[in-house]
């Protein structure tokens, strides 16, 4: 808890975990000054009154609203417990209440990330972290996405600095492939260059590019809507790199069987490494997924779309996900969103309890509305950054009377039935 300006605060509004950020705080009032980005300064100013819990509509005491969805919750034959917005310890409860209920786990950000799983599971891959990226990278080759729009200050944070570990005067070369850069300032100026091209029809590129490493023939006179020489002259750039980093977001690649181009990208990262050094960085960690992916991961060897139905955790990535589910078979919904009031429940028939952000607007009244806090605003934490090798800690910043998604997850299960 702090007033005034506090300095070094890891703001938790993305992936990146930026850690250097200045805050002023007034009351219930946060804003950025120094260090931030467009996005950590609107998700801090969201951060508004503490709201009051409801049940169904009408306002109601948080004991009320706890015992109210314990109820639905122990009724319940296939609980669906989704969205999944917070962080290491909210996860962990929320596991463990899936658990007790034999109920199924689904981030909302999954549709985008189970294309990542999908690959690592089928073929694996090389990743590299934000620090070797940092340090290493002279090669920069940014698919389908322009970073940015999801993580402002990555260029400013692993790009732009000209010291590293291994001495001063790094330069490394950005080829944005299908997207061009948003112009600003987090963009690099200098050795950023576009490559145009059918991000849908990427994995052509990617095959192409792996049949000319391999010196195979190729008959076909484009690619991706690109001659094959472009592709040839990305391929002998790429073999050029000292340390090549291709960086993706799997949110951006959003079009049938996606999961297919980043396979193959990862087949052309594999191919790159019998004469240099390349590595590949899925882009993620918005609203906890990432974080949640994580706990899943080490508490039950599976992550997200993981379900307890049969008393042990069985994962399917297509049986198990949210929109399936609220078709055919989830008769209670379970909604966190604790980092945005944006990040609302899909419509559904299906009785819903949502432990919401305080500023979450709702088309409908859920059954239950609980407004709980974010984590690095009204509680510490703790939430895994985008590279998965650290876990970064989120300090409170005001009083608040909101409670940790953590700690009403743990309520309502000691709210069931034989405690």
Same mark, same amino acid.
């Not at 950020?21 to 950025?32: E, F, P």
């Given at each position: 808890?702090h007033?005034?300006?506090?300095t +070094?605060?890891?703001?938790?509004f993305?992936?990146?975990?930026? +850690?250097d950020?200045?805050?002023?705080?007034?009351?219930?009032?946060?804003?950025?000054?120094?260090?931030?980005?467009?996005?950590?300064?609107?998700?801090?100013?969201?951060?508004?009154?503490?709201?009051?819990?409801r049940?169904?509509?009408?306002?109601?005491?948080?004991t009320?609203?706890?015992?109210?969805a314990?109820?639905?919750l122990?009724?319940?034959?296939?609980p669906?417990l989704?969205?999944?917005?917070t962080d290491?310890?909210?996860?962990?409860?929320?596991?463990r209440?899936?658990?007790?209920?034999?109920g199924v786990?689904d981030?909302?950000?999954?549709?985008?990330?189970?294309r990542?799983t999908?690959?690592?599971?089928?073929?694996?891959?090389?990743i590299?972290?934000?620090?070797?990226?940092?340090?290493?990278?002279?090669?920069?080759?940014?698919?389908g996405t322009d970073?940015?729009?999801?993580?402002?200050?990555f260029?400013?944070?692993?790009?732009?600095?000209?010291e590293?570990?291994f001495?001063a005067?790094r330069?490394?070369?950005?080829?944005?492939?299908?997207?061009?850069?948003?112009?600003?300032?987090?963009?690099?100026?200098?050795k950023?260059s576009?490559?145009p091209c059918?991000?849908?029809?990427l994995?052509?590129g990617?095959?192409a590019?792996?049949?000319?490493?391999?010196?195979?023939?190729?008959?076909?006179?484009?690619?991706?809507?690109?001659?094959i020489?472009d592709?040839?002259?990305?391929?002998?750039?790429?073999k050029r790199?000292?340390?090549?980093?291709?960086?993706?977001?799997?949110?951006?690649?959003?079009?049938p069987?996606?999961?297919?181009?980043?396979?193959?990208?990862?087949?052309?990262?594999?191919?790159?490494?019998?004469?240099?050094r390349?590595?590949?960085l899925?882009?993620?960690?918005? +609203?906890g997924?990432v974080?949640?992916?994580?706990?899943?991961?080490?508490?039950?060897g599976?992550?997200?779309?993981t379900s307890?139905?049969?008393?042990?955790?069985?994962?399917?990535?297509?049986?198990?996900s949210a929109a399936a589910?609220?078709?055919?078979?989830?008769?209670?919904?379970?909604?966190?969103?604790?980092f945005?009031g944006?990040?609302?429940?899909?419509?559904?028939?299906?009785?819903t309890?949502?432990l919401?952000?305080?500023?979450?607007?709702l088309?409908?009244?859920?059954?239950?509305f609980?407004?709980?806090?974010?984590?690095?605003v +009204?509680?510490?934490?703790?939430?895994?950054r985008?590279?998965?090798?650290?876990?970064?800690?989120?300090?409170?910043?005001?009083?608040?009377t909101?409670?940790?998604?953590?700690?009403?997850?743990?309520?309502?299960?000691?709210?069931?039935p034989?405690?």
């Open positions: 808890m007033t005034g300006e506090v +070094d605060v890891t703001c938790p993305c992936g990146l975990l930026c +850690d950020l200045v805050v002023s705080v007034a009351g219930d009032r946060i804003s950025v000054r120094a260090n931030g980005c467009g996005l950590a300064s609107a998700s801090y100013a969201a951060a508004g009154p503490a709201g009051q819990p049940i169904s509509g009408r306002n109601a005491s948080l009320d609203a706890i015992a109210e314990a109820r639905l122990a009724g319940a034959r296939q669906l989704a969205g999944l917005g290491v310890q909210g996860a962990r409860e929320a596991a209440l899936a658990d007790r209920l034999g786990l981030h909302m950000n999954s549709p985008a990330a189970i990542n999908m690959v690592l599971q089928d073929g694996g891959w090389i590299t972290t934000l620090s070797e990226i940092r340090n290493r990278a002279d090669l920069l080759l940014v698919v970073v940015v729009s999801r993580f402002p200050r260029f400013e944070r692993c790009i732009a600095n000209r590293t570990l001495g005067d330069e490394c070369e950005v080829i944005y492939l299908g997207r061009a850069g948003t112009p600003g300032p987090s963009v690099p100026e200098r950023a576009v490559i059918d991000v849908a029809r994995h052509e990617f095959g590019m792996r049949a000319l490493l391999a010196g195979r023939r190729l008959d076909a006179a484009e690619a991706a809507g690109r001659p020489g592709w040839q002259a990305l391929a002998d750039r790429m790199a000292h340390y090549g980093v291709v960086a993706w977001a799997a949110a951006d690649l959003d079009f069987h996606a999961e297919l181009t980043i396979q193959v990208l990862a087949e052309l990262v594999k191919d790159l490494n019998r004469t240099t390349f590595s590949g899925p882009l993620g960690g918005s +609203d997924d974080t949640a992916d994580s706990v899943q991961l080490w508490q039950t599976f992550g997200s779309r307890f139905g049969q008393g042990i955790p069985q994962h399917d990535p297509w049986q198990y589910l609220l078709q055919s078979g989830a008769d209670v919904l379970l909604w966190i969103s604790s945005s944006t990040r609302t429940p899909p419509a559904t028939a299906v009785p309890i949502v919401g952000h305080p500023a979450m607007r088309d409908r009244d859920p059954a239950v609980i407004p709980v806090g974010t984590p690095g +009204d509680h510490a934490g703790h939430l895994f985008v590279d998965r090798v650290v876990t970064l800690p989120v300090a409170q910043l005001r009083d608040s909101l409670p940790s998604v953590a700690d009403t997850l743990a309520a309502i299960h000691a709210a069931l034989g405690g």
